[in-house]
């Protein structure tokens, strides 16, 4: 079953998550040949999981990587994450590496902490320059690939979303051709130890048409279109190819 998977990043209100779940709760129907997963900011957990539909999966944007509940202030924990209902979550995303400094260790704690506790989980991979050679980028994908391949816990609940950062909210995204590649090598690599493999970075209803087509591609990563009733346009042309 295909995916659509929304990041909403920071950005939401209560009023936000009401408007857009009624036009998704609306669609309904039209979804149900995929699988559709909001990942809202913290303080909307509760009032996503409250407003959309129990169709739709609601997810978190990351996680503590260091305990499941302790003394990190700030840090939201697994035990918060669970009690909101949240079946998904988002790591290693390239803002929380950029911004927050997110280490490989880290990502590697969150991934091992969300699979033990039975989240599904949205691990981002990308290089982050336009230019580089397929041979460079592949590399910088199969070094993050390498979290999952030596994860000590069973790694069929996690999805691989391939999300070259200079593509992410900039309107410019990879040709079809060169995704297809990128997201073979992945398969290649993973096989079927994983649940399947995503694209991110400037979807919207326009350019996801031409990427349905893409061998061994499982669905969507989407940033900005997520944020208005777009999101749901963009699952049903999805829905409709599945």
Aim: glycine letters at 8%; charged letters at 20%; a negative charge.
């Amino acid at each position: 079953m295909r995916i659509c998977v929304g990041n909403w990043k920071m950005n939401g209100t209560k009023e936000m998550v009401q408007n857009i779940s009624h036009k998704m709760n609306e669609r309904e129907g039209d979804l149900a040949n995929i699988e559709v997963v909001i990942c809202v900011p913290y303080t909307l957990l509760y009032e996503a999981r409250k407003s959309f539909s129990s169709a739709f999966a609601i997810g978190a944007q990351t996680m503590c990587a260091y305990a499941e509940k302790g003394a990190y202030t700030g840090g939201i924990s697994m035990e918060q994450i669970k009690d909101a209902q949240v079946q998904s979550v988002i790591i290693g995303h390239s803002e929380r590496v950029k911004y927050f400094h997110e280490t490989e260790e880290e990502v590697k704690n969150q991934v091992e902490m969300a699979v033990k506790n039975s989240l599904s989980v949205i691990l981002c991979v990308g290089e982050h320059t336009k230019n580089g050679s397929l041979e460079e980028n592949s590399l910088i994908i199969k070094n993050r690939l390498n979290i999952v391949k030596n994860l000590g816990v069973p790694s069929a609940r996690i999805y691989i979303a391939y999300e070259p950062v200079w593509a992410i909210g900039t309107g410019d995204m990879p040709s079809a051709e060169r995704i297809q590649r990128i997201v073979q090598m992945i398969h290649d690599e993973m096989g079927d130890k994983i649940q399947g493999i995503l694209y991110g970075g400037s979807v919207t209803k326009e350019t996801v048409q031409p990427l349905l087509s893409i061998s061994h591609l499982a669905g969507f990563l989407v940033g900005n279109a997520s944020l208005t009733t777009e999101f749901a346009e963009i699952c049903e042309i999805v829905s409709q190819a599945s």
